[in-house]
C-alpha cells in the first residue's frame, strides 16, 4: 500500500503539463507565438482571420496568441495589417473570437498588442514592391524613440515628442480595453524585434536626451509606463504578458544585452507581470546563429533571475524531444512555436504522439483521431 505522504512521480511530459497564468489555466504549455497576416483592411479582420485562428485554436495547443495587433493606425507594419484602435476593429474581431470559441471551446485565446514605430509603412512580404511605403501610396508618416529609421530603408522616423508619449501609451491601454470586450483570455504587449517600445529599450535605437534616453532606467521608462497602463485598463483576472528581445546581437554596438533583459524582466515581475515571451534581435542588421534553441540560453538567463514569473522559450523548437528538454531543464515554463504551426497545425498532435502524452482534442476531431 503507497504511504499517502509519499510523492506519487507523474508520467505527463512537462509540455503537457497545464500551467496557470493569472486567472487562466492552459490545459499545456504549448504556445502559438503571432504571426503577421497582413489580410486586414484598415486593421479591420477579414474572414481569413476566422479561418487561421480557428484553425489553430482546434490543433490543441494551450495558448493561441493573435498576431501584433496595431493600437493605432500609425502603428501597423503594413497597412494591411491587423488594428484594434476603432469600434470598426473591435467588432469585426469579436465576430472573430466568437467564431473561434465556438468551434473550439475549451481554446485560450490571447492577442498581441503592438506599434511598429520607425518599422512601420512597409510593404506586406509577397507585395510587388517591397519597403517603405510613401504618404502619397497609403503609408504614413512614422514616430519613433528617436529620429532614426531602420537601416535607412525610409524617411527618418519623427523622434516622439511629450504629447505623443501620452497619446501611445493611451492607445495601449485603449486597445487594452477593447481586447477584453472582444473576448480575448490573455493580452501580450509587443516589446520586441525592433518596433517601438523595442526601440525604446536599446541604446542603438535611442539615443533621446530627455527622462526616456541615456540610462537603462529611463530606456525602460515608457515600455513600463505602457504596461503600467494597460494592467490597469483590465480587469484583475486577466493575464498580461510581455514579449521582449533578450539580445540585439550586436555587442559590437554596444547594444541590449542579457543583463538589460534580466533587469527589464525583474521590473515586469514587480509591476505584475505574468509572463514573459523571450525571442530577440530586431535593433539592427545583425548575423543571427539561427538553429534549434538557438534563442534558449536568454529565455533561461531571465527564467533563473525572476522569482515566480513564468517564462516562454521561442526560436526553433519544433523538435518535441528538444521543447521537452527545455523545460525540464528548468530553462522555461513554456515554449512558443511560430512557422512551425504554419508548417504542421496539429503540431501538439505531433509533439504528444512522440512524447507519449494525452491531449484533449475538439470533438469532431477526437472521436475518428483522438
Known amino acids: 500500500m503507497t504511504d ?12 503537457f503539463e497545464p500551467l496557470d497564468l493569472r486567472g487562466v489555466r492552459l490545459a499545456n504549455r504549448i504556445v502559438v507565438s503571432p504571426m503577421c497576416m497582413y489580410s486586414a483592411t484598415d486593421g479591420t479582420a477579414s474572414p481569413w482571420h476566422h479561418v487561421h485562428l480557428g484553425s489553430l485554436a482546434c490543433s490543441g495547443a494551450g495558448l493561441v496568441l493573435a498576431e501584433a495587433t496595431a493600437v493605432e493606425a500609425r502603428g501597423r507594419i503594413t497597412p494591411n495589417c491587423l488594428g484594434l484602435w476603432s469600434d470598426e476593429n473591435e467588432r469585426a474581431l469579436a465576430d472573430v473570437v466568437a467564431t473561434v470559441k465556438a468551434v473550439a471551446p475549451r481554446s485560450v485565446l490571447g ?23 510613401e504618404p502619397k501610396d497609403g503609408g504614413w508618416t512614422t514616430i519613433g524613440a528617436s529620429a532614426d529609421s531602420w537601416e535607412d530603408i525610409a524617411p527618418p522616423a519623427a523622434e516622439m515628442t511629450t504629447r505623443e508619449l501620452d497619446e501611445v501609451r493611451q492607445a495601449f491601454a485603449n486597445s487594452a480595453r477593447r481586447a477584453v470586450r472582444v473576448g ?3 493580452v501580450e504587449m509587443h516589446a520586441a524585434h525592433g518596433y517601438l517600445l523595442s526601440s525604446f529599450l536599446s541604446p542603438i535605437s535611442n539615443d533621446r536626451s530627455d527622462d526616456y534616453g541615456g540610462s537603462l532606467e529611463n530606456r525602460m521608462r515608457f515600455p513600463l509606463e505602457c504596461f503600467e497602463a494597460m494592467r490597469s485598463a483590465m480587469p484583475a483576472d486577466i493575464p498580461l504578458m510581455v514579449r521582449f528581445s533578450g539580445t540585439d546581437w550586436r555587442d559590437d554596438l554596444g547594444g541590449w544585452n542579457t543583463e538589460d533583459s ?27 546563429p539561427v538553429a534549434p534553441g538557438f534563442q534558449v540560453p536568454y529565455a533561461s538567463a ?38 512551425g504551426f504554419l508548417r504542421d497545425p496539429r503540431w501538439p498532435w505531433t509533439a504528444a504522439k512522440a512524447l507519449g502524452a494525452d491531449l484533449e482534442l475538439v470533438d469532431q476531431y477526437a472521436w475518428c483521431v483522438g
Open 4 to 15: 499517502p505522504a509519499t510523492p506519487i512521480e507523474s508520467t505527463c511530459p512537462r509540455l
Open 302 to 339: 531571465v527564467k533563473h533571475a525572476v522569482s515566480e514569473m513564468p517564462v516562454v522559450a521561442v526560436g526553433e523548437l519544433c523538435d518535441p524531444e528538444l521543447a521537452e528538454k527545455v523545460l525540464e531543464d528548468g530553462d522555461a515554463d513554456a515554449i512558443a512555436i511560430g512557422k
Open 262 to 288: 534580466v533587469a527589464f524582466a525583474l521590473a515586469l515581475e514587480a509591476r505584475g507581470c505574468d509572463a514573459v515571451d523571450v525571442s530577440t534581435g530586431g535593433n539592427a542588421k545583425a548575423e543571427i
Open 184 to 186: 480575448f483570455d490573455v
Open 111 to 133: 492577442i498581441q498588442l503592438a506599434h511598429a514605430g520607425r518599422k512601420a509603412s512597409h510593404a506586406r512580404p509577397w507585395a510587388p514592391s517591397r519597403g517603405y511605403v
